[in-house]
Each structure stands twice: as structure tokens, then as C-alpha cells.
DNA sequence: AAACTTCTGCACCGATCGGTGCAGAATACG
DNA sequence: CGTATTCTGCACCGATCGGTGCAGAAGTTT
């Protein structure tokens, strides 16, 4: 976008529509998600969706990266503790709260917003399948530095670890998603990493 | 059924096509399954799938009974393992292979089939989230008689243990999805149980 | 054979799907 | 002011959705 603001200005806060439409994805799921559940709880018409986003894929995609700097932010922060563990403990702690928020749907948009899907909903899950093997790499990368530090041992494989890790975080997300709470799956992600390393 | 057959016999085998249908639904969720693909897959008209299956979501729920009595056998296997560690480890090797079989949909289909949906995929939604309910209340019983045995130690939460299991193994179904191979996956039970109780 | 029951294939239903054309309203620029 | 540019609301598009009516074919029973 550039600065210029010439023609009529649009009469919503697209950042809050994005907001609402990735709550739409989140609870529903791309396919299940219509343009009519979208258009109504953006409050906004299919015209300035298209004007404003694109279309339905395109959509999805910036809900998607809003989601990552909002309710999915933990992950970033968690990689910022200063020890590999304390990593993998505020990563799942993280899973185990914002997948269980109240007022917010249950579970993890990058897990239930597309896991299976028919041809209209196919780039839809590779983009969720990618998002999810993005951070599973850059938990490989922060365990990779560990082991470089010493704060890991030589033998220990941060890529195991990274899949081990993100293997909690994704079953915590369908617990989640079916109903668990915040408690249940902090004894969960504790129990997980009671012996660390764990590969 | 009756064991009359008065009446024009049908053209298809019932049991081939159910399972025609379950690795529809494997594949695609239930949202992403239409009839057309259904029918198409299963080799018969929408007349015949009516009338032998009942509508969409009778469908669906057949395809679950038939998956859990075909790949997801591996469930019912695990709980008859002499010990509740022998159940756990039985039951996640059982994920990992069944959620990576060449030839067959990845993942699972209680957990892919419809893990967020909209209205019309409610009632799908609710019926795995059910069975996956189910299966926890089934390896929790089964701890709980490992406690009475003295198997498990009178302190272990058999809830708790069954919870994790079951985490685990969701978040190996949500990895097989995305591509994890068994090998992968089974070096994630392995580290998942290296502790054990885990609760 | 006739009568009865069930299954099949085709065409078709209203509803909803994602997406768009168009006219007019609202702003900025000259 | 006039003109250019953009946004809004409505109606509408063809395609597909899940589901069904109907005529006739294919069996069993008597």
C-alpha cells in the first residue's frame, strides 16, 4: 500500500475484520467457513471483502499471519527463553493456554483450520501443513544453537527434539479442540518434559 | 438387516463400498467429501447410497465403525497388552503405523475427518470428538485396573495417563498429516514413554 | 406364469457455494 | 467548481451442494 489515500476511504477497520474472519476460520474451518459466515461477522459486503483482501484463499492466508502475531505469538516468545528447555516449557505451556482461551474458539487455527479438506480446500491445508513444519524448523534451529552453546548435549538431535516438541503442541491442539482445559493440558506438557532432553 | 432378501438383490458390495467411502472421508474431512466424490469412489449412483446407507452423516458414521474395526483396530489390539506400559507402547507404535500405511489416507480419520466444521458439519465434528473421548475412557480404564494389579503404582492418576497417551497420540496423527514418516513418529512414542508413569 | 418387493439410473429439486457487474456515493486533487 | 479515484450495496452469475421422484429393471414368492 502506498501512502496515497485518493477515492473514497473504506468505512471499516480492516484490521478488525481480519480479526473477526480469523476467528470465523478458526472455529469453523476454511470449507466450513462460507462467505456469508465471513461477510456477517466482518460486517462488511462480499464487495469490499474481494476490494479490501481478495478472494476467500487470499483471506485465509492473512488470517492465518494474524492469528500468528496475535493468539499464536507464544511461539515466537517462547524461543526467546534462555535455555532449550525453558523453550520447550514456554512453547507448550503457551500451546496449552492459547488453545484454551476463554471467548476465543478451542484448539489451534494452524491445526483445525484445514487438516483434511477436498480440492477447493487443498492450498488451504498445505498452507497450514507449511506454517506448522515453518516452526517446527525454527524450533530446530533454537535447539541447534543450544547444542552449539553447550546448554545441550553434542548427542542430543534438535531435530527430534523440535518433532517431539511440536508433536505435544499439535496433540494439545486437538485435545483442545475437543473439549480439554487449560489445567489438563499443562500436566500434559508437563509430564512431557519431565526427563530432557527427551532424543 | 433380516435375513430376507425378497426384492431385487442390490448390485454392489456393501462392504466394499462403505470402505470406498471411508477413505473419502480419510482423505478429505467430511466437509471436503461430497456426494459426488462419494458415489464416484464407491462405484454407485446417489439412489443406491441413499437407500443403502441412509443420508451424509449416516454415511459418516458407518465409515468411523468400519475404521475403527479396520486401521483402527490397532486401539482395541493395544488395550490387551499384558501391561499399562506394554497398552501405551502398543497403542502409539499402533498410531504411528496406522497413520502412515502406504496406500491409505495420512493421518487419522477420528481426528482429520471433521476437527472444526460449520453447521453442517457439526454433528460429524461432535461424533469424533465422542470417539475420541471414548478411546481415552478406554485406556483409563484400562490403567485403572493396572493400579488395582499393582502395575501401575497407587499414586498414578490413570486419568491423567490416559490423557497423555491419548495427546500424544493426536499429535502424531496431526504430524502424519503433514508428512511424518512412521520412523519419525515411532522415535516420538519412544521418547513420549522413555519415563514411565508418566503421571 | 402373475404378483410383489427392492434396487438402479436419470433427471431434477431448492438452496447455497464462491465470485462479480453495475450504479451511485464519498472522498482527494486540480 | 469539475474530475478522477475508490468504496459500498444490491442484484445477479454459473456451478455445485445434499437430497429426491419416477419409471423400469431384476429379483423372490406363490
Redesign the pocket.
Known sequence: MST?????????DAEAALEKAMMVFWAQGYEG????DLTEAMG?????L???YG??EDLFRKALQRYAEGPGAYIAEALQAPTAREVAMAFLAGAARANTLPGLPAGCLGVQGALAAGETGRVARDTLAEWRAHGEALLRDRFRRAVQVGDLPASADPEKIARYVMTIANGVAVQAAGGATCEDLQQVADAALRNWPPA
Open positions: 496515497s489515500q485518493i477515492g473514497r476511504p473504506r468505512a471499516f467457513a462460507s462467505l456469508t462488511i459486503s462480499r464487495k469490499s474481494y476490494a479490501a478472494n476467500k
